[in-house]
Every structure is written in structure tokens, then in C-alpha cells.
């Protein structure tokens, strides 16, 4: 029996349920919000000009772009030289989106169940009653759905025109989405809803017709990996424990997934719950071979979301972790880059730390010293009961802590250098200074999914004053999940349309390449994000979406506009 079979009535998934809208009651919604409004046809923007390419019969966008930068070397004298380079690239986006699946592990907790719950609603267009009045779906914290972008200026006015960012290049419209997934837990997904207790009840009601019949399918339980009291929810289980036969199951759900849903393409996700960090061995999960090898021998330090990611990177469909654990392991990401697949993570950054990223920025650029971030969160949501065993916990404070490094490694004069405490004190340091981080996570079962995240940032001001702040933020924590999860998988599946290749300045550029198999752009949607090894991890929210911004106007031959606004400065 094909395992997509047991997750859907009929052997369809919710994408093929619309039918049953008019029969449950349901409030549909007047006007569409604009964020889940769809593109104009052939889409919004054309760019004039040789940069740019329109080749409608190959359906694709072939664009020019000049890579600027500068390199800068220190002189034996200790004075730094700067050298301007350019670097010419090609790059061709294919404009055929196509139907996308988006495979879910962990599809019966609270983000997998509100994610199928807001395509829903918003496909069908569903409002539900709140004590506020009639409440529209929408895609409202999405920043590929419900932010835009400074595309360049009305030549009359001078005024900025700004876009949806989804009308930049054709990307999915998650209301296409056809939703799937796993899930150790067998609950269908009305009762799964109602467990998560996300939701409002109106919503949820009129929700059922669609979601009573969808059933997760069976997934990978390896026990010492999560929580032990998450055991008296797995009861959905792929049996027996050969690792090598569990990766050709998964392997087997998804090839099955795409070829019953006539998908062209599929992104697999983990939002199952966070698992303990896997040792790193010698031998076991270094290398591919190793990796690969280690599962044929079922070997313990196997995860269950590295099989996932092993299965997807196989397939060649993406794979994204949003949650903190080490799932590529050296291993996983030299097979993927070995199978051209394509990788993003770790951990969905939705809360405290996109504040803590922004605000660190802001008091280091504006020349203030933090000298301590101390952190205290407590929610009530399964996901919380799972991060009160240590080991879980610990996979999530690493995730955490890494978030200020970078900005805190660019002010040398905030914040010394390790050579120049080294010398200092005559005591080898391997880390430069760094402001105390410390963060702490409870288990609070009544405050269910709106979790309490308390900071305090204590800093350094002129002339030895002090500064502290206290900022409190209460936050439903699947509702902040869900949106990067469309963008993780929009951005995605977008960037497996990318090609690129060099222009040299002298002879033939050669074949369009995909793009490297890391797939670093979406840092902006993550906690803790994976890069191409040997490259520095930016975490600051700014540069994450400018990098963003700018490689959507690469792919259309526009340069970034930049904040330097010369029209305005100049008579
Ligand atoms: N704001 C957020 O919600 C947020 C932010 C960052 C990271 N995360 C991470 O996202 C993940 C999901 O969060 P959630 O609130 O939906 O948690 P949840 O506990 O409600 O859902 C997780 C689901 O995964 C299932 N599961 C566990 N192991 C599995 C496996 N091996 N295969 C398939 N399913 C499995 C569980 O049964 C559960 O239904 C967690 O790891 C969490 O740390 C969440």
C-alpha cells in the first residue's frame, strides 16, 4: 500500500478537499487579504534593458549582474589596502513553478497542524468570529507574502516604489500548497488542532470537513533521541529498527508523495519536536561514506531527522531543519553537496531571538557596549515539555547563544580581539570578548503555545555609565512559526529554479550551475543558520534580508538601490 494512502481520505491530499467547502457551515470571507492575493498574470514586473532577459519560449529570465566588492589586506606597516573587485555573473531563473508539495515531519504537532489549518482557511477563504468581530485569514507575518520591497523610484515624483516581495520572481503561492507529511503521533489532524490548542474554536469547526480525514503518515522513532515523555504519543511508528530500511521507507513516502499528487517538485521540513545533538565520530557521521555506511549498520549516533535529511538530500528534494538539533552532521552536508540536493537550517528564528539579533545590532552600531543579554522564556506547549528534559534543552541553547557573535566580532572597539587579551594578560585566549549570554527556558503547561520570553541587556555607556533594559514579549509561538515556514519553503523551491554561472572577462563562460547546495539565503528565517563551511555566519537580521532583496533584484539584472539616496543630497 502507498504510504500516502493512510495520511487522506480518497487517496487525495487536502489540496484536491475544496470541493466539501460549501457543505460545512462556513463563514467565507469577503475580500481576499492582500497577502494572500495572487500576481497579476505574467507577473507584475518587467525590467527594460540588455541585462535583462525575457525568453518566454524557454520560460526563463536570464539576467547580467556585477558582483561588487573590495578586498582588503593589512600592509607590513599595519595600514589596510583596498582593492575594488568585480565579478560578472549570469544568472537564468526558470519561470515554471509548477506544483509544489511540502512534506512535513512532525505534521500533527502545533506548527505542522497550523500550517495546514492556514493554507486552509486561506484557500477557501474561511473568516471565523472572535470576540473581536469577523476575523479574514491571511498570511500576515510571512515576509515573502506580507513585506515589500524598495524596487526603485517614480521618475515624477521621486516618491520610492515598493513591491510585494513575492512579485519579484514567480514563486509559489502557499494556498497552492499541497501539504503532507509525518508524524509519530497517529491523531488526524481536527483532533491534532484541537490538541495543539492554537486555534480559535470557530475556526477549528469549520476546519474539520477538511482535516478530519487527513492522518499523518508513520514516521521514524528512535526514543533516546527526544524526551521521554513524548513516549505516550508515539503510537504511529514505521516498525522495527534498521536504519537502512527506515531510509528507504522515507525515501519511498516521498517518491510515492510526488507521483500520487502529480507534484513537480516537494520541500521536505522538520517541525517534529527538537532532538538531543548526535556525537560527532570519526568514522560514523563524518564523512558521507561513513554517514552513509552507519546507517546500513543501523549505528546508534543515527538520528531520526539525519535519516530524514539523508532520504531528502537522496531524492534530491530540499530539506530544511527548523529546529535546533544537529541534524547535518559533517556527513549529511558533504552528501549533499556530493548530490547537488539542496539544505537550509537550523531552528525557525520566530521570537526572541529576532528581537535579541535586531536589538544587539542596534545598541553595538549605535556604539554601546552590551555587556550582558540574559534570557529567561517559559511556554506550555508540547514543544516546551519536550525542551524541560536537559538533553533537548541543551541542543536549544546552543542554537540560541551563537545569535550576537557576529556583530559583537565587528566592533574591535567595543569588544577586544582574542590576540589583543591575549597579549593583555599573557594568558592564551581562543575567543575575543564577549558580552555574558545566558539563557533559560521552563516548562509552564498552562500558558499553552503564548510563550513569555523576559530579556534583560545590560550595557556599557560613555564614561563608565550603565544601561539596562527589560523587555518583555509575550508571543504565540506557532502563529510566529508558521509564516517562516511558507518562506522557508517558498525561498526554497524558488532557489532550486536558480542557475548561475561566471562571466570571464576573457573566453566563454561555461554551463549553468545550480546554486551551492547550502542554501545560506534563508538565514533570515533561522536561528542558527547553516553556511558553506569556511565562510563566517551572519547573523544580523538587516544584512540577512538585504542579502534577500539583493539576490532577487540579481536574478531580474538590477542593482540593490542603496540608502545613499544621491538625488537628495545634491543640488
Ligand atoms: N515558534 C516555534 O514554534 C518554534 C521556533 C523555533 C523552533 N521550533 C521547533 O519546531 C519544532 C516544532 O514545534 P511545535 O511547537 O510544532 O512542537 P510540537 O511538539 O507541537 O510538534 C512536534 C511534532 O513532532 C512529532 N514528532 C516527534 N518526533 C517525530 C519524528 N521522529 N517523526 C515525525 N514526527 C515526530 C510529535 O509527535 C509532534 O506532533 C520543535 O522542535 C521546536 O523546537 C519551534
Known sequence: MAPIASTTTNGDSFASTRATAATNGSVTGAAVHATARRSPPGGLIQVDGSQTVYDEANGEIRSRFVDRGAEVTKTPEGKLNVKRTERVFEFKTDTKVGRVGLMLVGLGGN???TVVATVLANRHNIAWHTKEGLQQPNYIGSLVRAS??????????GADVNVPFSDMLPMVHPNDLVVGGWDISALPLDKAMERAKVLEYDLQRQLVPYTKDIKPMPSIYYPDFIAANQEDRADNLIPG?????????IRQDIRDFKSKEGLDKVVVLWTANTERYADIIEGVNDTADNLLASINESHEEVSPSTIFAVASILEGVPFINGAPQNTFVP???????????????????????KVKSVLTEFLVNAGIKPRAIASYNHLGNNDGKNLSSQRQFRSKEISKSSVVDDMVAANNLLYKPAAELTAETGVVHKQGEHPDHLVVIKYVPAVGDTKRAMDEYYSELGMGGRNAMFITNECEDSLLATPLIFDLTILA????????????AEGDAGDFQPLYSVLSLLSFMLKAPLVKKGTEVVNSLNR????????????LGLDHSTDLLLNTRLW
Not at 544 to 555: E, G, V
Open 148 to 157: 515589500t520591497l524598495r524596487l526603485g523610484t517614480d521618475p515624477e515624483t
Open 111 to 113: 506548527n505542522g497542524t
Open 493 to 504: 523551491e524558488l532557489l532550486t529554479r536558480v542557475s548561475y554561472r561566471e562571466v570571464p
Open 331 to 353: 556527513g549529511a552536508i558533504e552528501l549533499a553537496e556530493r548530490q547537488k540536493s539542496f539544505i537550509g537550517g537550523d531552528d525557525f528564528k520566530s521570537g526572541q531571538t
Open 544 to 555: 540577512q534580508r538585504n542579502a534577500l532583496d539583493q539576490f532577487l533584484k540579481a536574478c
Open 241 to 249: 529498527a534498521d536504519k537502512a530500511k527506515h531510509l528507504e521507507r
